[in-house]
């Protein structure tokens, strides 16, 4: 398998546009997480989904941010409109169902709002 | 809820000497706890967990971990530092269940040849 796949690995946009994050997971796992990783903040948890059900989204910072899966190989995260503190990386991971069973991360969206 | 602190922002060590990256944590039921490691560029990458058993965990790259129940600790060590474990390393903890991890703000590694 070749792992988490994000995309794209970095996206410059204008303030008020929006911008989209794609994941794709690990073939089989039935976890999958969305987080944002900032100098301030570190690794926040954003929402994450269970076999393509959304869980918990306290972590969504505002409604201009929103998470879907459609399926269970695919997720993606919009925000709309975009404002520069949302510039950050994005990292999406996934995992195989219990509590032994450690999260594989993507390789992020490097997010820049100017 | 469950929560991990990195109380060094930066750990320095001259190539060849141990080195210790320490993480504590809170969770109100057993800990099952995770250490990973940042490149720069790159995602995390998972080096090491504790479930149960023996306290001393063995990962990649010739970390290990050793987990302490009474002082709720599970620092990170390696007995001979290379310059190439120069990274930013993230302590998380998941409280059992199908629960998200949690990390703490990370620790950056400088190891100095």
């Known amino acids: 398998d070749a792992g988490v796949i994000q995309s794209p690995r970095h996206e410059v946009t204008e303030m008020g546009q929006e911008v989209t994050l794609r994941c794709k997971p690990i073939s089989g796992h039935d976890y999958l997480f969305w987080y944002r990783q900032t100098m301030m903040r570190g690794l926040e948890l954003l929402i994450y989904f269970n076999n393509n059900v959304p869980i918990d989204d306290s972590g969504m910072p505002e409604d201009r941010f929103s998470a879907k899966m459609p399926n269970a190989s695919f997720s993606t995260l919009k925000i709309q409109p975009s404002e520069p503190r949302d510039s950050a990386v994005y990292f999406c991971?996934?995992?195989?169902?219990?509590?032994?069973?450690?999260?594989?991360f993507g390789q992020g969206t490097r997010l820049t709002v100017v | 809820a469950q929560s991990v602190a990195q109380p060094e922002d930066q750990v320095n060590v001259a190539e060849g000497n141990p080195l210790t990256v320490k993480c504590t944590y809170s969770?109100?039921?057993?800990?099952?706890l995770f250490w990973y490691v940042q490149y720069p560029n790159r995602g995390l990458q998972f080096l090491l967990k504790?479930?149960?058993?023996?306290?001393l965990v063995k990962g990649s790259y010739g970390f290990e971990a050793e987990f302490n129940k009474s002082q709720t600790s599970f620092h990170l060590k390696k007995p001979s530092a290379l310059v190439s474990d120069s990274a930013l390393y993230f302590c998380?903890?998941?409280?059992?269940?199908?629960?998200?991890?949690?990390f703490g703000k990370g620790t950056r590694l400088s190891v100095i040849a």
């Open positions: 504790y479930i149960t058993g023996d306290n």
């Open positions: 969770v109100s039921g057993n800990p099952y």
């Open positions: 998380a903890v998941r409280e059992g269940g199908n629960t998200p991890l949690v």
């Open positions: 991971a996934s995992s195989l169902l219990g509590a032994e069973g450690q999260a594989f």
